[in-house]
């Protein structure tokens, strides 16, 4: 079922993927659907979880490689798949990704390991996530517009004349150098 | 038009947002409206400025002061109508908004004046704008289901025991301490 979810997904993008459909789809009727999945942020959560299994690789480093290496995974991850940045931060908000709570408690062991005080090594997490899921969202965007053929300005997007690696890594360093910053004293 | 546009998006979210139904409100043929806005995206893009504008208030301030107050100026702009956060991310990543722009331009200035070479200082603007705009559509994503009922576990979201705005502002302060630390001879 989680097969097909992501399917559908890649081929008809995130507002086609409905209960409905995927019953449609698997020719069974939505509510033996529904006895799978008890709502659809089930099952986006679900299909959340396929599309960041990729990203839940095993790093040793130390902590800015592990947080390098996580951000250069989710990244990837994301964009593997027809609106991935969307859909894994609407189950991120509603809390029923499993890969990501997994993903977000390793970024936490990171900031922790950089000597960032307890109770702020989660929200510290947190601003990398916010970040990855944010300019990913827009590269996804623009790349799935491209495709598409539409038409835009250059001025505004991440994907300028540099490579958005280069730049999606710019920002993964301000945000390390900033959590080197936070000494336990000046929180 | 806008205001209407504006009325339906705080009334019946993006979704329902579309020329067609735009039309509909209006008493005019959806041809009538492609006179005024070439495309969706540029309706979008006209919501999105209006959304913005309040975002705008000048502020004479230090340059963390200028990046904290865009901060926390942009998130109650997103706030302050439906699903403000997803709507300016589109426009955003289609170069559709003025009023995004503007707020780039002022970001990259005030990391200019905090030290970051010319060639990075928009960059750490966008890294900022991805900060808060990832952040904002969580928190917004949760608002909305909590206020239509939705039952959602706790512990991912960034709606915890905690106030949001302190959460919010802890990410804030970590992006001014990356960009404190990106001085010219490290990049």
Known sequence: MVDKATQLLDDYGIADLTMRRLARELNVTPGALY????????????????????????????????????????????????????????????????AATELLARLTDAAASAGV??????????????????????????LQWDAAGAALSDGQSVLGDDDPG???????????DGIAARQPQRL
Do not use: M, N
């Open 35 to 98: 006895w799978h999945f008890a709502d659809k942020q089930e099952l986006l959560g679900a299909v959340a979880d396929r599309i960041l299994t990729p990203a839940l690789a095993e790093v040793v480093a130390d902590w800015q490689g592990r947080i390098t290496a996580i951000c250069g995974q989710l990244r990837d991850a994301l964009l593997s798949h027809t609106d991935g940045a969307e859909l894994v931060s609407a189950s991120f908000a509603a809390g029923r990704s499993t």
């Open 117 to 142: 005080a307890p109770a702020h090594a989660g929200l510290a997490a947190r601003t990398v996530v916010y970040y990855v899921l944010g300019f990913t969202a827009d590269e996804q965007s623009r």
């Open 166 to 176: 280069v730049r999606f890594a710019f920002g993964v360093r301000l945000l390390i």
